[in-house]
């Protein structure tokens, strides 16, 4: 997943504490897909160990820390969009430029990665039980690698249409949140134009059949994740006109993040006993805990204390 800025050369502002937040989840999301890779599934484990069901319970997270990046994500781009707003820069031009560079920066190079390191795996480890074949040992491929290794696939993971036109490209399944993440950016501002920017009947008109023909393509998935990417916008809108007091601002983030890992261990230990909706509950979690992270107010001494925070959020 692309990593959410709050630097895009539109406002200087910083806010330190999401580095707390986006750091953990992303070794969450690289714990499961490194789990996925070179272990079984605990569903078929006989009798586990307390020792192995920790192991399974704190590497088990990937998609749970997928949410708290839509979160962020909504959050960062509703940031970005009003600042541009607020100093008469807003244009669809400017914001999908500096959108699609940060996005290719990273998936371009990821992509030609992947096409390379693949070529290589399916020549030395060719066969029907390689983990290439989708069928070997292993459950982060589901579908041998070849079919969704061609130039069509590429291209079109490069543009964000990965499952919706085309499969992930070769064995980067991870590539899923991509597409969420690009038909988000195009849909909020296309709602924010035609509900609340001053402008003409017929662009509000235009834009609210952009956005919904988008989601409709998108399909159900992209759609069903789009009110969880929402809550950072919410959060975030909350914030610019009520902000929290300096006072309560980092005992309000602390006390958070204690909901978001209570959250994120109930969806792993109840998800099966409950009916709670756990994505809509971890999303809550974060948007509340990101609320106070936006009122803390940066200071030298919070940076450094934050300092390994910034350094595994930048890997």
Known sequence: MAKPALALGVQKRYFPLLDVLRGPAAMLVFAEHWRNLFFVDFAVLENPSAITNVFY???????????IFFVLSGCVIAHVMQTMND???????SYLSAR????????????VLTAGWDFLGMTILSGPSSIYSGTGFGNIVNAPVQESSSLLDFLGNAIFLQTILVPTFGSNGPLWSIAFEFVYYLVYPAMVIACLLKSRLWKRLLCVVFAAALLYLGGRPIAGSFPIWLAGTACYAV???WPARPQIAFLGFVLGTVTILS??????????????????????CTA?????????????RLMLMLRPFHALSAI
């Not at 699609?100 to 990821?110: C, D, E």
């Not at 959250?263 to 809550?284: K, N, Q």
Request: proline content about 3%; overall charge positive; cysteine-free.
């Open 57 to 67: 319970l704190l590497t088990g997270a990937g998609h749970q820390a997928v949410m």
């Open 87 to 93: 100093r008469d820069r807003w244009s669809w031009s």
């Open 100 to 111: 699609l560079t940060r996005l290719w920066v990273v998936l371009i190079p990821a992509l």
């Open 239 to 241: 914030f610019r006109k």
């Open 263 to 284: 959250s994120i261990i109930g969806s792993r230990i109840l998800s099966y006993s409950t009916p709670l909706d756990w994505d809509v509950v971890i999303a809550a």
């Open 288 to 300: 509340l805990t990101l609320y106070f992270a936006l009122s803390v107010q940066a200071s030298k």
